[in-house]
């Protein structure tokens, strides 16, 4: 067999040897990882709205905090200038601390500070209302909403939501 | 130019080696590409072309729950692969627009009552407009009782 391969076949062929099986390795690799290629990668925030027609349609997380006794409730309203933040007993409705941040990017990691230590004081705080103005583009209210979850998910997950406006009258 | 061509035989022919590196190299760089954008979510998702979406820094991306794809434009909206509802002004045509979307949301969500699937919004958005339409929108999901939204938006690039 060596005499034969001396003698007819070419040296580069024996170059080869090594590299056949990683080539077939990569040739059925790629096509699988082309198959499952993301040209993007989607973000999405989870909120969810209250029902209007009817009562089963509530939020299973409004239905179990009604439940619950000495709650807070987190009150997001985003305006065009600022972030006001209000905590709300929930038993009574009543405003327990408010807090305005404006609204720009450079502000938003005081949003961090308040979050933290509004969950170090209370344990059962998990909902946020958020209520946003109409005049606020899209890109903006995306902005500040995953700002806001991706701080607030970190010691425990939060539930949004977002509160329907409705036509002005 | 005119390309020679070689009418040799093949034992005539000079004995032509064939250069591996360099193939080798292109198939390496492609396959750290494919690795980087590898995703393991199946993505059944496109951004049609008359919308933007806004981007965001992300250090976490859940998997997509949606079983109802909404396509909010400037001047239009579109529910999964249906008919396209045209706007020129939000405002003063919302009622109508809201009692359209209103009713082919609450057919989607019949079918997936029907098959025991959750009903989630997964709301695409172009990124300039305003959060009135957003509004009317998500006024009209609740109307039929849709109570779970994911506000889509794209990764950016670290």
Do not use: C, W
């Amino acid at each position: 067999m060596s005499f034969f391969k001396k003698t007819f076949l070419d040296n580069s062929e024996d170059e080869l040897d090594p590299m056949l099986p990683f080539m077939s390795l990569l040739l059925i690799i790629i096509p699988v990882l082309i198959g499952n290629i993301a040209f993007y990668h989607f973000k999405s925030i989870e909120v969810n709205i209250p029902g209007i027609n009817q009562d089963k349609n509530k939020p299973e997380q409004l239905k179990e905090a009604s439940k619950m006794d000495e709650k807070v409730i987190l009150q997001l309203r985003v305006d065009s200038d600022k972030l006001i933040f209000t905590l709300l007993n929930e038993t009574d409705g009543q405003t327990v601390s408010e807090e305005n941040i404006a609204n720009k990017e450079e502000e938003f990691n005081k949003i961090q500070t308040m979050i933290l230590k509004l969950q170090e004081k209370y344990h059962k705080l998990d909902t946020t209302l958020v209520s946003i103005d109409k005049k606020i583009r899209y890109e903006d209210v995306v902005k500040i909403l995953n700002h806001f979850t991706e701080i607030a998910n970190h010691q425990k997950k939060m539930t949004l939501v977002i509160m329907p406006q409705g036509e002005d009258v | 130019m005119k390309s020679k061509v070689s009418f040799l035989s093949a034992s005539e022919r000079p004995n032509q080696k064939l250069n591996i590196t360099s193939l080798m190299d292109v198939l390496t760089i492609i396959l750290i590409f494919l690795l980087v954008n590898y995703s393991s979510v199946e993505q059944d998702m496109q951004v049609p072309d008359y919308i933007k979406l806004p981007k965001v820094q992300a250090k976490t991306l859940e998997s997509l729950k949606q079983t109802l794809k909404l396509v909010v434009g400037k001047d239009r909206i579109k529910i999964n692969d249906g008919k396209e509802i045209q706007f020129n002004n939000f405002v003063s045509q919302q009622a109508q627009i809201m009692e359209r979307l209103a009713e082919s949301m609450a057919k989607i969500k019949e079918e997936n009552d029907v098959n025991k699937t959750p009903s989630v919004l997964a709301l695409q958005a172009d990124k300039d407009i305003p959060y009135e339409i957003i509004d009317g929108v998500i006024l009209s999901a609740a109307s039929v009782g849709i109570t779970q939204i994911e506000l889509m938006s794209l990764k950016q690039p670290d």
